[in-house]
């Protein structure tokens, strides 16, 4: 998507008008009840709205379509936005939608059977989940993209989707938690630069193996690593590496580091979690918004800049103007 799609649609989100039929790169995008509060206003900062939603996405939309491309998505929905009753994670889409919208449809276990899920590989359907209340986009770690030798075959059985190369993921992840009783509403500074010295540990480590980390805010308290692999390894083999990584590191840095699960048990420590090397887990996607307060998003940063950095500094006002000015990290 280039700059003048997103000015184009910029403009056309000017009209003060409550419902809108935006023209998204050539697709038809009817959106509704655009002053609808989302965010609600918080210390002196004006609530935010669909509006809002639609124009961070329409600016940003063509640095995020990239991370997004080709991969099954969840999503978590607002209706009412966060002060509303209704919220939920979806995974599945079973209702109409747009001709657009791509979906694919893979085996689940629990519903003993195939069920589809919305993949975003265009601009329209990344407006669309605006259009629907998704506060917070996700995404797998692998991709329905053919690889020249798995199979394609996601949903005629458990076994198949076994086979198939939605099996091998192109990304290991490890999400660095500090132990926050209250990450809503709570920013603790020294427990975040502890999250950050970890990182680095963590990074140092994976230089001496020859591999790259790339790094994001998750848009909360925390860090996300992705480290890029080639999709040669199943999701299993690439858990246990994860896992073997999270326990050198904790046998390195005891007294900062866990990767115990109970929060109970990992007072004042930072928590290594390579549990989410799962097909069909996900991290919060790359410039994702968050549910909480002032909108926050998942922000790449550099290794550079991360001992400067405040997570709060990145939100879904700030970011469009960061990424005209320095780019994308992980391009």
């Known amino acids: ?46 609530a935010i709205t669909k ?15 990239p991370h997004l491309q ?11 936005g966060l002060e509303g009753k209704e919220r939920f994670f979806q995974k599945h889409w079973d209702k109409g939608r747009p001709e657009f919208v791509q979906t694919v449809c893979i085996w689940s276990d629990k519903n003993k059977g195939p ?11 990344l407006l669309w989940l605006c259009q629907i209340s ?17 199979p394609m075959d996601f949903s005629s059985s458990p076994e198949s989707l076994e086979a198939s190369v939605l099996s091998y993921p192109d990304f290991v992840v490890f999400d660095l938690d500090p132990n926050l009783k209250d990450t809503e509403s709570t920013f603790d500074k020294p427990a975040f630069r502890k999250t950050v010295a970890v990182a680095c540990e963590l990074r140092e480590y994976l230089d001496k193996l020859g591999m790259k980390a790339f790094l994001k805010t998750s848009g909360k308290t925390g860090l996300h690593l992705y480290i890029p692999i080639r999709r040669e390894h199943p999701y299993d083999e690439v858990k246990a590496w994860a896992k073997a990584v999270g326990k050198e590191i904790e046998s390195r840095c005891p007294e900062e580091v866990t990767m115990e ?24 996607a790359i410039y994702s918004t968050r549910p909480a307060v002032d909108a926050p998003v998942s922000f790449p940063v550099s290794w550079d800049d991360l001992e400067d950095i405040d997570p709060r500094e990145f939100t879904m006002r700030t970011a469009p103007k960061l990424l005209q000015k320095q780019g994308d990290p992980w391009a």
């Not at 003048?4 to 989100?13: E, P, T, V, W």
């Not at 509006?51 to 379509?65: I, T």
């Not at 990992?266 to 991290?283: E, S």
């Open 134 to 150: 998704s506060l917070e986009i996700h995404a797998w770690y692998s991709r329905i993209m053919p690889d020249g030798e798995r």
């Open 261 to 284: 699960w109970s929060l109970s048990k990992r007072p004042n420590k930072i928590f290594i979690d390579h549990n989410q090397n799962v097909r069909g887990k996900t991290l919060v």
């Open 51 to 65: 509006r809002d939603l639609l124009l961070y996405y329409a600016q940003v939309g063509g640095f995020m379509l």
């Open 1 to 46: 998507m280039g700059k003048r799609s997103a000015n184009d649609l910029i403009a056309q989100l000017q009209d003060p008008s409550e419902e809108l039929k935006l023209d998204v790169e050539g697709y038809p995008l009817r959106v509704t009840s655009l002053s609808r509060v989302l965010w609600p206003a918080s210390k002196g900062v004006p």
């Open 70 to 80: 080709d991969r099954p998505l969840a999503f978590v929905r607002f209706p009412d």
């Open 115 to 125: 069920r589809d899920w919305i993949v975003c590989n265009n601009l329209a359907t």
